[in-house]
Structure formats: structure tokens, C-alpha cells
């Protein structure tokens, strides 16, 4: 398993002031789909913030997100070591496949993979 990049995401209802103030500091926006939007480094793709005014599939909304290149594999690790599913593992129709678990410090991490047909 390998992580892709590791991204917190940030509760706002100020989407644009976000994107805005981060611009100052040399992010961009990278993808926003009006309730969740990433700015990056252009310099360095992976340096990101995400910024979500909720998820749009989950009860919850994660405090960080993980890319892997296999969620499945990660999923059946985290299903086996008992940790609390919080979101379960299926398809969005935005091109990720991902699921939802709590870390021991509460905290509620996505962890997903860009689908190859997606």
C-alpha cells in the first residue's frame, strides 16, 4: 500500500474568502465542486487544503483525507484491526472510491483512490 498525499480538510462556510486568503500564500484552486473545494502548490501538486462546507454522501465530514493506491487493501487492513468504520467503503460518482474510518484520537479520516474508470 502507498499513500499518494495526505490532505486536512477544513470546515468553512467561506469558501471564496478561503480560496482567496490562500492565493496570497502562492495556492490554487485545483478542483471545486461547491461543497468541497482543494487549493495546491503549484510547485509542489501535493501540498494541498481542502476545504468542505459538508460531504455530500456522508453523514459525517473527515477531518483529514489519505490517497492510497489500493482503498480495498486498506479498507480490509482497518476492518481487521476492529478500528470504527464511520462511512462505508463504496464508489462516488466523482471518480473516487473511499471510505470513512475514526483514528484513536477521534478524528474521522477518509481514505480513498481515484477510480481508473473514473
Known amino acids: 500500500m502507498t499513500v499518494r498525499r495526505v490532505v486536512p480538510d477544513l470546515a468553512t462556510d467561506a469558501m ?3 480560496r482567496d486568503f490562500y492565493r496570497l500564500i ?5 478542483m471545486n465542486q461547491g461543497w468541497v473545494m482543494t487549493l495546491a502548490s503549484p ?3 501535493t501540498a494541498q487544503l481542502t476545504f468542505m462546507t459538508h460531504d455530500e454522501s456522508a453523514d459525517v465530514r473527515p477531518d483529514l483525507s489519505i490517497e492510497v493506491d489500493d482503498v480495498d487493501a486498506v479498507h480490509a ?3 481487521a484491526s476492529g478500528a470504527q468504520i464511520v462511512h462505508p467503503l463504496q464508489d462516488e460518482a466523482w471518480g473516487v472510491r473511499r471510505f ?3 483514528d484513536p484520537n477521534g478524528k474521522v479520516v477518509n481514505v480513498v483512490s481515484h477510480r481508473r474508470d473514473g
Open 43 to 45: 510547485a509542489n501538486p
Open 77 to 79: 487492513a482497518v476492518l
Open 100 to 102: 470513512f474510518v475514526r
Open 16 to 18: 471564496a474568502e478561503s
Open 26 to 30: 502562492g495556492l490554487r484552486e485545483v
